[in-house]
C-alpha cells in the first residue's frame, strides 16, 4: 500500500479514542483498585501498536549468568564531554540551553550508582539526524542529539543539551509530538535495560499526544515530566531542568516496549 493510500484520521478522531481507553482503564482501576501505570501493548491511538504488539504470550528466558551481572561500565569507557551536547562540534548549536540532571533511584530510593544514561533528542527545530526524519526542519550542522552519561555515587546525573523542538509524525493527520528527550537506563543488570522519554513542564500537545495519553493514569504521566529547577538554572547561560527516574516500585517511571521508536 502506498503513503497516499492510508487514509490518516484526524486529531478528533484520535482524541475520541483516547478517551475511550482512559475511561475503560478508570473503570478497571475502580474495579480492581490498581490504576494502570503502564500503556497498554495494543493501544489504537498510538497507530503502530496496532501492527507491532505482541500476539502471544511472551516467551520466557531465563538469563544467561553474565547478563545477571553486568553492565559494568568502566569509567574509562564513557568521557564526561560525551554529557554536554553542546560542545560536540566546533560551533555552538542553536536553540535554547539547557541542562537535565537527577538521580535514578531503585524501588527503595536507593540511588543506582555507576550506571550508564544514554540520551538522544530532535534539535530545536524539531530535526533528529536520521535518514528516516524527513520533517522539513533545518538540520544543525553544530548539533547531533547523542549522549551518554555515568551515575555517580549518589544516583546523579547531568546533561548540558539544547531543548529539543516539537515534531510532526505521521500518526494521524496533524500530528505532532511534544518536545521529548529520549532516554535509555541500565539498572545493575542488562535485562533490567530501560527506555523512556522526558518532557517538559506545561507542554500544548499533551493532551493531544497519543504516546503520552497512552498512559492512562496521570500521576504516572506525571513522572515522565522534567520540573524546571531554578537553582539548577546558570546565570546568563542555561536553564535547568530536574528529573528523577526511578526504575521500579510504585512509583517507577513508565519504561516504553523495546520496539518503540517514535
Ligand atoms: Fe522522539
Avoid: C
Wanted: aromatic letters at 8%.
Amino acid at each position: 500500500m502506498g503513503r497516499e493510500a492510508i487514509v490518516m484520521q484526524t486529531q478528533e478522531q484520535v482524541s475520541a479514542r483516547i478517551r475511550a481507553v482512559e475511561a475503560d482503564a478508570a473503570a478497571r482501576a475502580a474495579e480492581t483498585g490498581a490504576p494502570e501505570t503502564h500503556p497498554r501493548r495494543d493501544y489504537p491511538p498510538y497507530r503502530s501498536t496496532e501492527l507491532r504488539h505482541p500476539t502471544h504470550e511472551l516467551v520466557r528466558v531465563d538469563p544467561e549468568e553474565i547478563e545477571r551481572l553486568s553492565p559494568a561500565f568502566g569509567h574509562s569507557d564513557v568521557d564526561p564531554l560525551e554529557s554536554d551536547l553542546t560542545i560536540q562540534h566546533a560551533g555552538e548549536p542553536l536553540g535554547e540551553r539547557i541542562t537535565v540532571g537527577g538521580r535514578v533511584l531503585d524501588g527503595e530510593g536507593r540511588p543506582v550508582r555507576g550506571q550508564l544514561v544514554e540520551l538522544w533528542q530532535a534539535n530545536s527545530s524539531g530535526r533528529y539526524v536520521h535518514k528516516r526524519d524527513q520533517h522539513p526542519a533545518p538540520l544543525d550542522p553544530n548539533f547531533t542529539g547523542v549522549g551518554r552519561a555515568i551515575t555517580g555515587d549518589d544516583g546523579s546525573y547531568l546533561f548540558r543539551t539544547i531543548k529539543p523542538g516539537p515534531y510532526p509524525w505521521r500518526n494521524h493527520r496533524n500530528a505532532w509530538r511534544p518536545a521529548h528527550i529520549h532516554f535509555s537506563l541500565f539498572g545493575d543488570q542488562f535485562t533490567q535495560r530501560l527506555v523512556t522519554q522526558m518532557y517538559f513542564p506545561g507542554d500544548p500537545l499533551f493532551a493531544l499526544d497519543p504516546i503520552y495519553q497512552s498512559i492512562t493514569d496521570q500521576g504516572a504521566r506525571d513522572r515522565l515530566i522534567g520540573r524546571y529547577d531554578h537553582e539548577s538554572s546558570v546565570s546568563e547561560f542555561s536553564l535547568g531542568y530536574r528529573w528523577d527516574i526511578v526504575l521500579t516500585g510504585a512509583r517507577a517511571t513508565w519504561l516504553e516496549p523495546e520496539d518503540a521508536d517514535e
